[in-house]
């Protein structure tokens, strides 16, 4: 490598754009002489006018400290992500089966009374199979007896689903956690390179049409919405549900919104039809709603109001039994997004599609199997552990980085209710260059693509880069054809 931005580069076999011996990677040498023209100079403007344009358009998000919400701005880096041809056909492949593997166990589990009314043996079917513990389905904390009525009979409960990978080494591809209940992070992609085109169009356009344009994904989520509707329903009409400012990803909200041509509506804004639907106060007049994207936490459901006085999660509830509402994502779905339900993915593809997974999962031990913890019990050092509840559980504690005293009490807190954690193996992703002063210096960076399920699951041609060891830091993410 030569050149003044990556001058003292680090040669590592785990960097995306430099290999280990000092050469570029295929589709790198295009977008490095672009980067080497503008200088370190030119990158400097480049992330300013970033900066400043993502400031005007409000790319924010939104956190909650001391009782009162914070608004973060989420800087993008001047430098690109690139994932080359046969690596986007590859992700693209594998995070689909993972997706409708997914909703197969879904309906597996959240069919009434767990199988059909007349049979003898209630379990689902993957449990009757062995393949995964009747525990984890029927008693798992994401479980919500609720979901059964708020889908329609057939329908996909995940319609929009996101999965967050890392390339370890070697190249290869393993997805670290599963987003089922309402994935963030389309409307940031979009604005990623919304932002990237305004500011380094000299960049972008000299890639061409090898490069996927993010706004090509906008259709596909639009048909899958439409798909979500009850069957016979002329015309779907689609209204994106936000919980209001108050929710952590409002700007993706007002985003989605924008670029489906959809409502954005609240739980107030929401009316009883007298065909037992739904309707929504839109520029003061009421529109019907088939569909509702909900962008709505599922615990948050019973505690907002419509605009009749009825509690959110009853009113869609109603409007489901009566075949004249679809709700995308469905509620529920935290049974199989999890921190324990990530484990049995592997054993679900083989389950219900008899294919082997494309994509790899980290090792991974359900501490409530008496087995799992006596495994790992004297290990928690060189794992990571993560509890079970919670959004794909909030609280992981790094083994290798964890003190003494600190994987003491761990060990004491995991052997008092074991049910509670998992553990699994560290993945360490690799790296990409990103601007640091003057120069590209590689910073972990991890991947995360969406998919949807209608008629067909597909995954979507955009993808969310966030680099490690930075707050919030995003790359524009180049999908090559």
């Known amino acids: 490598m030569s050149g003044e931005l990556f001058a003292g580069y680090p040669t590592d076999r785990t960097d995306e754009a430099v290999g280990a011996d000092g050469r570029l990677r295929d589709g790198w040498a295009g977008p490095v002489a672009a980067l080497e023209r503008l200088g370190a100079a030119g990158l400097a403007v480049a992330e300013e006018e970033l900066a400043r344009l993502r400031q005007e358009r409000g790319v924010?998000?939104?956190?909650?400290?001391?009782?009162?919400?914070?608004?973060?701005?989420?800087?993008?880096?001047?430098?690109?992500?690139?994932?080359?041809?046969?690596?986007?056909?590859?992700?693209?492949?594998?995070?689909?089966?993972?997706?409708?593997?997914?909703?197969?166990?879904?309906?597996?589990?959240?069919?009434?009374?767990?199988?059909?009314?007349?049979?003898?043996?209630?379990?689902?079917?993957?449990?009757?199979?062995?393949?995964?513990?009747?525990?984890?389905?029927?008693?798992g904390p994401g479980r919500d007896p609720e979901a059964v009525s708020r889908a329609w009979p057939g329908q996909p409960r995940a319609t929009v689903a996101a999965a967050d990978l890392v390339r370890t080494e070697g190249g290869r591809w393993a997805v670290v956690r599963d987003h089922l209940r309402a994935p963030s992070g389309i409307g940031y992609a979009l604005a990623d390179r919304e932002c990237a085109r305004a500011v380094l169009p000299q960049l972008v356009a000299g890639a061409g049409d090898r490069l996927r344009d993010p706004a090509d994904a906008v259709p596909l989520l639009a048909a899958a919405l439409a798909d979500a509707a009850p069957p016979g329903v002329p015309g779907p009409r689609t209204a994106v549900l936000t919980q209001g400012e108050s929710d952590a990803a409002w700007f993706e909200h007002r985003v989605l919104a924008e670029a489906l041509d959809a409502p954005l509506v609240r739980a107030g804004d929401l009316w009883p039809r007298s065909d037992g639907?739904?309707?929504?106060?839109?520029?003061?007049?009421?529109?019907?709603?088939?569909?509702?994207?909900?962008?709505?936490?599922?615990?948050?459901?019973?505690?907002?109001?419509?605009?009749?006085?009825?509690?959110?999660?009853?009113?869609?509830?109603?409007?489901?039994?009566?075949?004249?509402?679809?709700?995308?994502?469905?509620?529920?779905?935290?049974?199989?997004?999890?921190?324990?339900?990530?484990?049995?993915?592997?054993?679900?593809?083989?389950?219900?599609?008899?294919?082997?997974?494309?994509?790899?999962?980290?090792?991974?031990?359900?501490?409530?199997?008496?087995?799992?913890?006596?495994?790992?019990?004297?290990?928690?050092?060189?794992?990571?552990?993560?509890?079970?509840?919670?959004?794909?559980?909030?609280?992981?504690?790094?083994?290798?980085?964890?003190?003494?005293?600190?994987?003491?009490?761990?060990?004491?807190?995991?052997?008092?209710?074991?049910?509670?954690?998992?553990?699994?193996?560290?993945?360490?992703?690799?790296?990409?260059?990103?601007?640091?002063?003057?120069?590209?210096?590689?910073?972990?960076?991890?991947?995360?693509?969406?998919?949807?399920?209608?008629?067909?699951?597909?995954?979507?041609?955009?993808?969310l880069t966030r680099v490690g060891g930075a707050d919030l830091l995003g790359k524009d993410t180049w999908l090559l054809r």
């Not at 080359?84 to 879904?106: E, I, K, P, Y």
């Open 60 to 139: 924010v998000v939104g956190t909650w400290v001391d009782g009162r919400q914070q608004l973060r701005p989420v800087p993008l880096d001047p430098v690109p992500r690139l994932l080359d041809a046969a690596t986007w056909r590859a992700l693209s492949a594998g995070v689909a089966q993972r997706h409708r593997a997914l909703n197969a166990f879904l309906a597996d589990a959240y069919r009434p009374a767990g199988r059909r009314r007349s049979d003898p043996d209630r379990a689902a079917e993957i449990v009757r199979a062995g393949a995964v513990p009747e525990w984890a389905v029927a008693h």
């Open 277 to 463: 639907g739904v309707e929504a106060v839109v520029d003061g007049g009421r529109v019907p709603v088939d569909v509702l994207y909900r962008r709505f936490d599922d615990a948050l459901l019973g505690a907002y109001p419509t605009g009749a006085g009825v509690p959110l999660d009853l009113a869609l509830t109603e409007a489901v039994r009566a075949r004249r509402l679809g709700l995308a994502n469905v509620p529920g779905n935290a049974v199989a997004d999890d921190a324990a339900g990530y484990a049995w993915v592997p054993a679900m593809i083989r389950f219900y599609l008899g294919e082997e997974p494309l994509l790899g999962s980290a090792r991974t031990w359900v501490l409530a199997d008496p087995a799992a913890w006596a495994e790992v019990a004297d290990r928690l050092h060189e794992l990571e552990v993560e509890s079970v509840a919670g959004y794909g559980g909030r609280r992981v504690v790094h083994g290798p980085s964890c003190p003494p005293a600190g994987l003491a009490a761990l060990r004491d807190e995991i052997a008092a209710a074991p049910h509670r954690f998992v553990a699994r193996e560290p993945l360490a992703p690799s790296t990409a260059p990103a601007l640091a002063g003057a120069s590209l210096r590689p910073r972990p960076v991890g991947l995360r693509l969406f998919s949807v399920a209608g008629s067909t699951t597909t995954t979507l041609p955009l993808g």
